[in-house]
């Protein structure tokens, strides 16, 4: 985790002097606007890089292969068995890009071609969303997330998330609520040479939430961004110079980027409840480090936009739920299916979120603000939702 902190300082690499990005819209102008355009240095635009024994002297890297099993799955599908990540006859883990490639092949699928032992999680996941819906869905004043969520239980969700996404659990990793965390932020993983990972989070955030209220959201969203970290940490080599780029000293870069985007699709695909991962803002936190700015193909394949669509799937399943459509198990799966199926309607929001985006970002936090007021007698967000956004009609119980 040190080495390429050590690196950034030793080599004083060029930090990044444009204006922090506001939002997405104002990232893809700056990254559009390269002229010229910068060379992209990941693994598809530039793959010599990769193959060069001079980008790690740990050359060879642990190669990630899949496997059929023998069994189908409940389904009667063929599927892959859970990959082996590491070996104790490599001398290296996986290069970082190699591991967010597999990763992303390993659990981007439709549900039924998932193995017994991702569904089995999946399972466990849905008990404990059903068992607890009406606290993960309704709005909480409390903010002591260990009387929330109890430790034991956050551990049991971050063992799902690791077996569905990333193949395997492991006894090394850890959770802990903390009253304080390193440098001051919600959440920090701590690497220990004996015990392994452990990922402390704030059990009471001075932040306001990215739900209304309905901080179990938060804190799954939280938790989902700092197991992408734990992953990385345990089974990504840290010693290639393209390290500096797709990891980061802050664990934010290329393969980070690459893995969340595609998990926060298959989060909610899955388990019907959206995560905010804050991608966006884990750029503009760390704005100064991503030198040169991302290319084009960076951007593309980041899909930061679908940080505004998961907002909007939200915003349609807290009023789907407040009017009693949206209840425990397939009432929750349906609506989930439903609303991302609707491609015309996703192009749509897609287009028009930025505008939303906007008035978000002039409002502070998602709906936590009700002014100015709107037309409607309702806030300007919901104003705007009114006007633009009736997708399936949330909030009437159409569902
Ligand atoms: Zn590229
Ligand atoms: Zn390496
Ligand atoms: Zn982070």
Redesign the pocket.
């Known amino acids: 985790m040190l080495i390429p902190l050590i690196k950034e300082h030793i080599l004083k690499r060029s930090q990044q002097k444009l204006p922090v990005p506001e939002d997405f819209s104002d990232l893809q102008v700056l990254v559009e606007a390269q002229n010229p355009a910068p060379p992209c240095t990941c693994d598809t635009c530039d793959p010599d890089l990769y193959r060069s024994v001079t980008?790690?002297y740990?050359?060879p890297?642990f190669r990630i292969k899949f496997e059929k099993d023998s069994t189908k799955n409940k389904y009667g599908n063929e599927c892959y068995l859970p990959p082996k990540l590491s070996s104790s006859t490599s001398i290296?883990n996986a290069?970082a890009m190699h591991l967010a490639r597999q990763t992303i092949a390993y659990f981007d699928c439709p549900i039924q071609d998932l193995n017994n032992t991702q569904l089995a999680a999946l399972a466990a996941l849905h008990k404990w969303r059903d068992t607890r819906l009406s606290d993960i869905l309704s709005p909480h004043p409390n903010t002591d997330f260990h009387l929330l969520i109890p430790e034991k239980q956050m551990r049991d969700i971050l063992g799902c998330i690791n077996v569905l996404f990333f193949g395997r659990d492991s006894c090394m990793f850890h959770f802990r609520w903390a009253s304080k965390v390193a440098q001051d932020a919600e959440a920090h993983t701590q690497e220990h040479a004996m015990t392994g990972f452990t990922i402390k989070m704030l059990r009471a955030l001075p932040r306001q939430s990215r739900f209304e209220g309905r901080w179990m959201l938060d804190l799954l969203g939280t938790l989902v961004h700092e197991a992408v970290h734990v992953y990385f940490y345990a089974y990504a080599?840290h010693?290639?110079r393209s390290?500096e780029e797709n990891l980061m000293s802050h664990g934010h870069g290329r393969a980070w980027q690459l893995v969340t985007a595609r998990l926060e699709r298959c989060f909610v695909r899955f388990v019907g409840l959206p995560v905010d991962m804050g991608r966006f803002s884990g750029i503009q936190g760390n704005w100064a480090y991503f030198y040169p700015t991302p290319s084009r193909h960076d951007f593309s394949e980041w899909r930061l936009e679908n940080e505004v669509l998961t907002r909007f799937y939200a915003h349609d399943l807290f009023g789907a739920f407040e009017a009693g459509a949206v209840k425990r198990g397939i009432k929750l799966d349906e609506f989930a299916k439903e609303w991302w199926n609707i491609e015309s309607t996703l192009e749509v929001v897609e287009k028009e979120g930025k505008e939303y985006y906007r008035l978000l970002r002039r409002n502070q936090d998602f709906g936590a603000r009700r002014k100015p007021r709107g037309k409607s007698g309702k806030g300007l967000e919901d104003d705007f939702l009114v006007r633009r956004f009736r997708p399936l009609g949330a909030g009437e119980g159409s569902c």
Do not use: G, Q, V, Y
């Open positions: 980008n790690c740990l050359h890297h290296a290069e080599c010693r290639c390290a």
